[in-house]
């Protein structure tokens, strides 16, 4: 910025002064120019504070999201652990159920044995 030599002069009044042109025209220049950098400064920080605002609500969406996931990966967990429990019962039954019928194929083969050598000693 150039400073250009003082060259105003009083006149017979205090209140009127003479000012060259160029420095009168420059300084209403700089003048708006400051009063529009203001503005726009205003509207920046306005809007720094929006998206800051914008921020904090995005993080917070987030850790609600993440709290969610966790109850449903804990929900799965347990969902999981009922099925394993399920299959092992299950396959318990189902040895059970083996078990059983082996018990009871011998009892008929067993008594069918009985039934045969009781007709056999019978006759």
Avoid: W
């Amino acid at each position: 910025m150039q400073i250009l030599p003082a060259s105003s002069q009083t006149l017979l009044n205090d209140s009127t002064c003479c000012v060259p042109c160029a420095a009168l025209k420059k300084a209403l220049t700089l003048k708006e120019d400051h009063k529009l950098l203001k503005a726009e400064l205003g509207v920046a920080r306005d809007s720094i504070s929006l998206y800051a605002k914008q921020g904090l609500e995005k993080d917070s969406v987030i850790l609600d999201q993440k709290s969610i996931i966790n109850e449903k990966d804990t929900i799965i967990t347990n969902k999981t652990q009922i099925i394993s429990e399920r299959d092992n019962q299950i396959k318990d039954l189902n040895h059970n159920i083996g078990v059983f019928k082996r018990q009871r194929n011998y009892a008929i083969g067993g008594s069918g044995g009985l039934l045969i050598l009781t007709i056999l000693l019978l006759l």
